[in-house]
C-alpha cells in the first residue's frame, strides 16, 4: 500500500493520456467519454500535455495525437522483467504453501525463458536465476506450454528443434505422442534423460500451462527430490494447487496485456 494519497491531478493526466493514445484523433469530447472527466478538466489536462510535448494539436482541427515523446516513455519497459515482478509473489507464496520451488516461463524462439522463479528462497536452488533458458521438449516447462499452444506455432518450433539435433534429450520423433499425452492428462512431467543429465536423476518435474483464452501465453512447474515425492503423491496433492496457481499468473498476464 502507497504511504501517501495519490495525486489525483496526475492520475486525471494519465487517464487523458491513455485516452488520447487511443485515439485516432482525440477531441476534448472523445476523452470526456472516455474518462468521465468533466470538459473544463479535460481541456486543461490536455494543454498541460501539449505544453510538456507529449500531444500535438492538429493542425485546423480542434484535435489531438500523441507526440514522438510518448514513445519515451516505454523505453525502460521490459517484458520478462514485467511478468518477474508481478509474478514473484505469487510464486513466493506458492512455496511456502507447499514447501517446493517453481519456475514460470515463457516461449522464446523455441525455448523456454525462465521469468521468474522461487528456487534461491530456499535449500533448493539448483542454480537457476531469471534469464535461463530450458529446452523446450526435454523440461516440464516446455511440454505444458508446446501441448497447449496453437498448432502453427508448435509445427514451427518443432521444426527449430529438429535444425538444432543436439539441443534436446528426446528423440523428435515421439513428440506428437509425448504431447498427446500431456494434453490428455493436463500436465506435463520432466524427461528422465534430462533429469539424469542436468540433476543426477535426484530431481523431477511437473508442469501446466498458464493459459489466456484457448492457447498456453507460459507454463509454470514445481521441482521436487525424486526420493521425497513420488508421481503418485505429486498429482494427488500437488496439482491442483498448481493449477490454481496457473490460474492466478494467468490474471498477470492480462494484466500485463
Known amino acids: ?25 482525440a477531441t476534448v469530447g472523445s476523452v ?16 498541460t500535455l501539449e505544453h510538456a510535448g507529449y500531444i500535438v494539436r492538429v493542425a485546423g482541427r480542434p484535435a489531438y495525437v500523441p507526440s514522438w515523446r510518448t514513445l519515451q ?11 518477474g515482478a508481478a509474478a514473484e509473489p505469487i510464486l513466493t507464496d506458492f ?17 523456454m525463458i525462465v521469468v ?13 536465476r531469471p ?8 523440461t516440464s516447462l ?7 499452444c496453437p498448432d502453427e506455432e508448435r509445427q514451427a518450433i518443432l521444426a527449430q528443434i529438429a535444425a538444432r539435433p543436439n539441443a534436446e534429450s528426446v528423440d523428435l520423433s515421439k513428440a506428437d505422442a509425448i504431447l498427446a499425452e500431456v494434453r490428455e492428462r493436463g500436465f506435463s512431467v520432466m524427461d528422465s534423460t534430462y533429469s539424469d543429465r542436468e540433476y543426477e536423476g535426484l530431481v523431477w518435474a511437473i508442469a501446466v500451462p498458464v493459459m489466456n483464452g484457448e492457447r498456453a501465453c507460459a507454463s509454470v512447474n ?14 494427488d496433492r500437488l496439482l491442483e494447487p498448481l493449477k490454481a496457481t496457473a490460474a492466478r499468473l494467468a490474471e498477470v498476464f492480462r494484466a500485463q496485456g
Open 1 to 25: 500500500m502507497p504511504s501517501f494519497k495519490p495525486v489525483v491531478a496526475l492520475l486525471r493526466g494519465l487517464d487523458v493520456l491513455q485516452a488520447v493514445n487511443a485515439s485516432r484523433e
Open 32 to 47: 470526456h467519454a472516455a474518462t468521465g472527466l468533466d470538459k473544463a478538466t479535460v481541456v486543461r489536462m490536455l494543454e
Open 73 to 83: 516513455l516505454s523505453q525502460g519497459y521490459d517484458l520478462q522483467r514485467s511478468l
Open 95 to 111: 512455496r511456502k504453501s507447499i514447501g517446493w520451488p517453481s519456475d514460470l516461463a515463457i516461449c522464446d524462439r523455441g525455448a
Open 116 to 128: 521468474q522463479t522461487s528456487r534461491e528462497q530456499g535449500p533448493l536452488s539448483l542454480n537457476r
Open 131 to 138: 534469464g535461463y533458458q530450458a529446452p523446450i521438449l526435454s
Open 142 to 148: 516446455g511440454r505444458a506450454y508446446l501441448a497447449f
Open 222 to 235: 514445481i521441482l521436487m527430490l525424486r526420493n521425497a515425492m513420488s508421481y503418485e503423491m505429486a498429482v
